[in-house]
Nanobody, 120 residues
Framework: QVQLVESGGGLVQPGGSLRLSCAAS????????MRWYRQAPGKERELVAH????????NYADSAKGRFTISRDNAKNTVYLQMNNLTPEDTAVYYC?????????????WGQGTQVTVSS
């Protein structure tokens, strides 16, 4: 059974930092690229960061560049999102996903999300 469990969300003041974690189980983690998405109230889900299966390449949304860092530990089946210099605009539910393309078909699994609220 595939499971992705996010943790680390919470309430933080503007300028603060949070580190999100996503623990994976039920599939071969090292075969999957991992992503962090977020969805703010009334807005569409937005891709925040992506990391390849071996961790050798990362990509970020413009809103995350220079402030967020995605990383993974394949020995622990966990992906992280370090978020620094947070602003109220970063308030959203953050989701991790595991993504793999097999025979031109994309498979993507999702976690349940963790709430991040940036407010003074």
């Amino acid at each position: 059974q595939v499971q992705l469990v996010e943790s680390g969300g919470g309430l933080v003041q503007p300028g603060g930092s949070l580190r999100l974690s996503c623990a994976a189980s039920g599939f071969t983690f090292s075969n999957y690229a991992m992503r962090w998405y977020r969805q703010a109230p009334g807005k569409e889900r937005e891709l925040v960061a992506h990391i390849t299966s071996a961790g050798g390449s990362t990509n970020y949304a413009d809103s995350a560049k220079g402030r967020f860092t995605i990383s993974r530990d394949n020995a622990k089946n966990t992906v992280y999102l370090q978020m620094n210099n947070l602003t109220p605009e970063d308030t959203a539910v953050y989701y991790c996903s595991a993504r793999r393309m097999i025979m031109l078909k994309t498979y993507e699994y999702w976690g349940q999300g963790t709430q991040v609220t940036v407010s003074s």
